[in-house]
């Protein structure tokens, strides 16, 4: 257990939805990252916020947008989903930098 | 762009041998890091090892270490004395240190299996 949680496990959804995803990271991390796993894509880092600000952007899509609360939770929003965006979404968290992150068991989303 | 390629998409090694997972990245940047991740069939992401691109020391954690040759631009994963729960899906990462904030890029993944 990495003491990093991630709500809920699985989703299903229709296209054109919105779903949130929700990651508590391990205490004393400030460092929240967001990865979207697909068989097509492979692995692709989406955002990193760190003590509540952005810090970092990788392929993340418009429709998409997260953010971090001052409890350090992180959130990831998704909307108007389409079908390609069926995948396993991980949050890890670190302490600052990304030397050593520690990864949440995954929100695996199905959009139909 | 910065990329990383795993040339073995699945590996096959003995209980109790090492094994070499291959991992070669291009970049210009200066600084930068590389990860290694392993992903049980299970699917949860386990972070293995990293090596800074100043480190002059190879990363080593416990059974894993990190052959970091910076000039052929590789950073090979070894696993010593391997074991069954070493199976996995093992995935090589890049980040950049760009001013503006930091990027990471995967690598494919070499599936292991090790054998009894």
């Known amino acids: 257990d990495s003491g990093v949680t991630q709500t809920p496990k699985h989703l299903i959804t229709a296209t054109g939805q919105r779903v949130t995803l929700r990651c508590s990271p391990r205490?004393?991390?400030?460092?929240v990252y967001w990865y979207q796993q697909s068989l097509d894509q492979g692995l692709q880092f989406l955002i990193q916020?760190?003590?509540?600000?952005?810090?970092a952007k990788g392929n993340i899509l418009e429709r998409f947008s997260a953010q971090q609360f001052p409890d350090l939770h992180s959130e990831l929003n998704l909307s108007s989903l389409e079908l390609g965006d069926s995948a396993l979404y991980f949050c890890?968290?670190?302490?600052?930098?990304?030397?050593?992150?520690?990864f949440g068991p995954g929100t695996r989303l199905l959009v139909l | 762009a910065q990329k990383i390629t795993q040339t073995q998409p699945g590996m096959f090694v003995q209980e109790k041998e090492a094994v070499t997972l291959d991992c070669t990245y291009d970049t210009s940047d200066q600084s930068y890091g590389l990860f290694w991740y392993k992903q049980p069939s299970s699917g949860e992401m386990i972070f293995l090892i990293y090596?800074?691109?100043?480190?002059?020391q190879n990363a080593t954690e416990g059974r894993y270490s990190l052959n970091f040759q910076k000039a052929r631009k590789s950073a090979n994963l070894v696993i010593s004395a391997s074991q069954l729960g070493d199976s996995a899906m093992y995935f090589c990462?890049?980040?950049?240190?760009?001013?503006?904030?930091?990027?990471?890029?995967f690598g494919p993944g070499t599936r292991l299996s090790v054998l009894p």
């Open positions: 205490s004393g991390d400030l460092s």
């Open positions: 090596q800074g691109s100043y480190d002059e």
């Open positions: 916020y760190y003590n509540g600000e952005e810090r």
């Open positions: 890890a968290s670190s302490v600052g930098g990304p030397e050593a992150q520690y």
């Open positions: 990462a890049m980040r950049d240190d760009a001013l503006y904030g930091q990027n990471f890029v």
